[in-house]
């Protein structure tokens, strides 16, 4: 199965605070407020709240100045995203054994693919609940007994019939008739549409506050206000737009670590460790060639906790530096809270192996080459492609292939910025 | 060896609008007819090239009904209206 039209979602709010209340239960009964990884320059807010903590009327996105004020007693967490990407990869791992097709959305968030497993399970209701019990497997009751479940075609709906459930009772939405989906989302709020705080600002000042009133509204006005977004929401409001449920498909990530001797403050050690843990990556057998496209680095802090910073490059790259440079960029911007007990590097996503993209390398071992540019049409092909363009001279008279080379990338006029330049064999 | 001559991507290619008063496209014509613009979503121009051939255009990126995006100029040289 490659998608699912009906999805069965599965929400656990304020995830990541749950799971530090079940690690250290004698918070529970505090004021608790988890807070934002902490960025250079910037303040750390706070994220997630406890029940007793939102009743002194802290919020989320609060400063942290702030929210102890309103509430005094106020215990602050810093995050620990190790501990919370372990959890929820249980979570993904063990309701792999119930569907093939599940998509992990956002941590405490995961859609599974439930198309045609009346038969192994039974009806909506006992998918639901063979869920819950799967989770037990990898969960405390505590959180399990919180989880929110709906089951909907799509998606949207099915988030939507989460949102609306209460824990221990699903909200499930039929498939039929047709327009029982568009009767469910008519009522519910629109702040549950993907829309940044801006354009949810917009709807109230419209007085638009329910997705049925967001399906009343006219195409053109939405687009006017929205763009091509506002034909998406509307679509969605009117239970018209149904995103199949969609495997993940996660390639293995590659870790490599790093136990410092003594733990590691000191920014220069850290690049240094950096550098290392690039090497070993870069000759581990199960890289494969391949180029790395994201990486994600982190570490175990004196004391307990954890720290994590990702960093996406823009195209696929081999070379040491050129991964090291995204990496120690996000360092600077976000640094470890404290010493590092522990370095680790993951290879968390791949491009093609070095060999594929090496088809347009210029010279620069084990890596392709700056954009694909060439500095004239000359530049020597390598040896596959040009005996490809020799047997297409050689059996059609020409060789209809072409690099895309820039031109004047930065020119206002778009004919200008890039050009198609035959491949000469 | 021979030369190599490039060839431009992004060429404008001519297409029929319909403006309303202020000159603003109001709906294109595709291969099935025409399409209302349903949206504008930004407007800018462009104004190069006086020493030599000069260019003046007025740029239009407009969502058509059904959500597809488009970007239209109208040349303000000779009139015409192009998408690219």
Request: hydrophobic letters at 40%; proline letters at 10%.
């Amino acid at each position: 199965m490659t998608s699912s039209r009906t999805s069965l979602a599965l929400w656990l709010p304020s995830f990541e605070l749950r799971l530090e209340l079940v690690r250290t239960p004698e918070l529970d009964a505090t004021s608790v407020a988890l807070l934002t990884p902490g960025e250079m320059g910037g303040r750390q807010v706070v994220d997630q709240i406890s029940e007793r903590a939102g009743a002194s009327g802290v919020r989320r996105g609060m400063p942290v100045s702030q929210a102890v004020a309103l509430c005094p007693g106020l215990t602050l967490l810093e995050p620990d995203p190790a501990h919370y990407a372990a959890a929820q990869e249980a979570v993904v791992d063990a309701l792999a054994g119930l569907t093939p097709v599940v998509e992990p959305v956002e941590p405490g968030l995961v859609h599974l693919g439930v198309d045609g497993l009346e038969r192994l399970y039974g009806s909506p209701s006992s998918q639901a609940h063979r869920a819950l019990r799967v989770l037990l497997e990898v969960l405390p009751p505590p959180l399990v007994a919180a989880v929110r479940v709906g089951r909907a075609p799509g998606t949207f709906g099915a988030r939507v019939a989460a949102a609306a459930a209460r824990p221990g009772s699903p909200v499930l939405v039929p498939s039929e008739p047709t327009g029982a989906l568009a009767r469910f989302l008519a009522p519910r709020p629109v702040e549950i549409l993907p829309l940044e705080a801006g354009g949810l600002d917009l709807l109230h000042r419209l007085g638009v506050r329910t997705l049925g009133a967001v399906a009343a509204l006219p195409l053109p006005a939405l687009m006017r206000h929205f763009g091509a977004v506002g034909a998406e929401l509307r679509a969605l409001a009117r239970g018209e737009r149904i995103d199949p449920v969609r495997p993940l498909h996660r390639p293995r990530p590659i870790r490599v670590s790093l136990d410092f001797p003594s733990p590691v403050g000191d920014r220069e050690a850290l690049h240094r460790g950096l550098d290392r843990l690039l090497d070993r990556l870069l000759v581990h057998p199960e890289r494969k060639d391949r180029a790395l496209a994201g990486l994600r680095a982190g570490g175990y802090l004196e004391g307990g906790g954890s720290w994590e910073i990702e960093a996406t490059l823009r195209e696929p790259r081999a070379l040491r530096d050129a991964l090291a440079f995204p990496l120690r960029t996000r360092i600077e911007l976000r640094p470890p809270p404290r010493a590092l007990e522990t370095l680790f590097v993951e290879a968390v996503a791949f491009g093609a192996p070095v060999t594929q993209t090496s088809l347009f390398d210029r010279g620069e071992p084990g890596a392709r080459s700056r954009e694909g540019r060439t500095e004239d049409g000359a530049a020597p092909l390598p040896a596959g492609i040009r005996d490809a363009v020799r047997e297409l001279r050689l059996r059609i008279g020409a060789a209809p292939l072409y690099r895309v080379v820039e031109v004047d990338p930065w020119s206002r006029i778009p004919e200008r910025r890039y050009a198609l330049l035959p491949l000469e064999g | 060896m021979s030369r190599l001559r490039p060839i431009p991507l992004d060429l404008p290619r001519k297409v029929s609008v319909r403006v309303d008063g202020d000159g603003r496209p109001r709906a294109v014509r595709g291969r099935r007819g025409w399409v209302g613009v349903a949206g504008i979503r930004e407007d800018w121009r462009i104004d190069d090239e006086w020493w030599r051939i000069p260019l003046s255009r007025h740029y239009f990126e407009v969502i058509l009904e059904g959500g597809r995006p488009l970007l239209l100029y109208h040349d303000r040289m000779e009139g015409g209206w192009y998408f690219q």
